[in-house]
């Protein structure tokens, strides 16, 4: 069965650095979705993809936030200068044109010191 | 404000026990509700959606209601199993095509 899969499983950077977090959604979907979950918190929103743009994005998602989808399979989420409070689990999701459905990947863990 | 309410926070059940999980919400148009399951350190994964128009939809041994009127729903689990050891997760659309509020969920322990 096809799933969305995220590299890497965990990732430990320094505050300041930069960080990319890969996910390859499956491969007929169109729309993406990046989310995160601090640890013992909810899930929340970061953002929307569709047709190559943003179509939309919560308050989270301030400058030092950029989504990409270089390529015909990958969609990476960028933060330009990790804080502290970055530290999450991020999730990439995707669905298909007409389904409501999302699936979500296993997600990053991001540790940021 | 949309919220998404769960209670309770955590559960622990016996192998074999039902459970139910409560989920209130305020989010305005409604679009659909849904269920998700969490493992520890994994994606959340469907259980149900539910429309406006549904009140009740089973997925084996999870059963989830909607009271669209009072915006409520319900997962209830029969027989559990060790496996049902999760995060359960309510999550309300909005609008047709919205972003989802989230639950805080509620975390489920089967023990032996």
């Known amino acids: 069965e096809p799933e969305v899969t995220q590299t890497p499983s965990h990732q430990v950077t320094q505050m300041g650095q930069e960080v990319i977090l890969r996910c390859v959604p499956i491969s007929n979907h169109l729309y993406f979705y990046w989310y995160r979950q601090i640890l013992g918190q909810k899930v929340e929103f970061l953002v929307s993809f569709y047709n190559n743009e943003i179509s939309e994005k919560s308050e989270i998602f301030d400058d030092q936030f950029s989504v990409e989808r270089p390529d015909g399979s990958n969609f990476t989420l960028k933060i330009r200068s990790t804080k502290l409070e970055d530290s999450a689990m991020y999730f990439c999701?995707?669905?298909?044109?007409?389904?409501?459905?999302?699936?979500f990947g296993p997600g990053t863990r991001l540790t940021v010191t | 404000k949309n919220q998404v309410e769960q209670s309770p926070q955590s559960l622990i059940i016996l192998e074999g026990k039902n459970c139910t999980l409560q989920?209130?919400?305020?989010?305005?148009?409604?679009?659909?509700l849904r269920w998700y399951k969490q493992d520890t350190g994994r994606g959340p994964v469907s259980l149900t959606i539910m429309t406006f128009s549904e009140n009740t939809k089973s997925n084996g041994r999870y059963t989830a209601t909607l009271d669209a009127d009072t915006k409520q729903s319900s997962l209830h689990i029969t027989a559990s199993q060790l496996s049902d050891s999760a995060s359960y997760i309510c999550v309300v659309r909005a609008d047709s095509w919205g972003k989802f509020q989230f639950g805080a969920g509620t975390q489920v322990v089967v023990t032996p």
């Open positions: 989920c209130n919400y305020t989010v305005s148009p409604f679009s659909n």
């Open positions: 999701a995707s669905r298909s044109r007409g389904s409501d459905e999302q699936y």
